[in-house]
């Protein structure tokens, strides 16, 4: 079975993303590749923090995918494979194109956060006998009883409406993301940003009709599709009203949204995954130039192929 971390209490765990690196440094047979500004890896990191609450251990392991500046700031100028291969041989073995996320499973290696999600539900949410809860019997002496957590949903309906909110994020509103980021014109900008609320509004329907009443796309159960979404709704937060004065409105065809970034960003796991917001707003500035050559860049804007 996976590795099992250590005990936590909630004073001792980490607050914030930078604090949760840090103590996630230690070697672990159990390895995540990850970038601290990339939201397709948050997603993974944000599935594997929920794991550490039932005992997972891994190893935070930092990749800069960037070629550094002369004055020292963050960059978006991607290195090529061979200077990734270079720098991380481990990484580029576990994601031969060089993107994260990655994961090394005592040497099964995956790629890609929706495989990689889609794999930490199958091979480590599910595994017998590794999650348990501890409780007191009536006779006041302690007992385990071991659960299956899982961030997928139990129903194969419910997994397929998992799936496709998941696809519907990555298709219809995370491209628009960086276009709106990247395009040149106020109105090229404009109409990327009007795509992207039409994909909000889109989602926000599609999460009422699955849960009316819950916190999550789930009702009450948080899974991997809330993960789909999260880390691109914490940068329209941030780095989108920074750069382009966008702010989702506030309006009753966004509301269930709302409602559900306010329960997913108190969540201690995800919460854990949440860095500094000024590292963040500085970190874009390549998008937000157009300049920047990472892989979403030249497949959403450059229609160049990765």
Request: with cysteine; aromatic share 12%; glycine share 6%.
């Amino acid at each position: 079975g996976p590795p099992v971390g250590k005990e936590w209490s909630m004073e001792q765990a980490p607050q914030t993303g930078e604090e949760c690196i840090a103590a996630r440094s230690e070697e672990s047979s159990f390895k995540l590749y990850s970038s601290w500004f990339c939201p397709y890896a948050q997603r993974t990191w944000a599935h594997l923090e929920e794991l550490t609450e039932v005992g997972l251990q891994y190893q935070y392991v930092p990749i800069d995918p960037y070629a550094s500046r002369p004055d020292g700031l963050d960059s978006k100028q991607a290195l090529s494979i061979e200077q990734k291969a270079a720098k991380y041989p481990e990484f580029v073995r576990a994601s031969p194109r060089g993107l994260v996320p990655a994961i090394d499973h005592g040497g099964v290696l995956v790629n890609d956060s929706t495989v990689c999600c889609e794999y930490l539900s199958e091979a480590v949410d599910r595994n017998p006998g590794f999650l348990k809860t501890d409780a007191m019997n009536e006779n006041g002496k302690r007992q385990h009883t071991f659960v299956q957590a899982t961030m997928m949903p139990p129903s194969a309906a419910d997994r397929a409406k998992a799936r496709l909110f998941w696809e519907h994020c990555s298709t219809q509103v995370i491209p628009w993301f960086y276009r709106a980021l990247m395009y040149g014109s106020a109105e090229e900008q404009k109409s990327a940003l009007q795509s992207m609320l039409k994909g909000i509004r889109a989602a926000n329907d599609m999460m009422l009709k699955q849960s009316p009443s819950g916190f999550f796309f789930g009702e009450d159960q948080y899974t991997l599709a809330d993960i789909a979404l999260a880390p691109w709704w914490q940068r329209m937060q941030s780095v989108m009203k920074h750069y382009r004065g966008f702010e989702v409105p506030s309006t009753q065809e966004y509301a269930r949204l709302h409602d559900w970034w306010s329960a997913v960003s108190n969540r201690p796991s995800w919460r854990r995954t949440m860095v500094d917001t000024n590292r963040l707003i500085a970190n874009y500035r390549e998008y937000a130039d157009g300049s920047a050559t990472s892989a979403v860049a030249n497949i959403f804007v450059r229609k160049v192929p990765t």
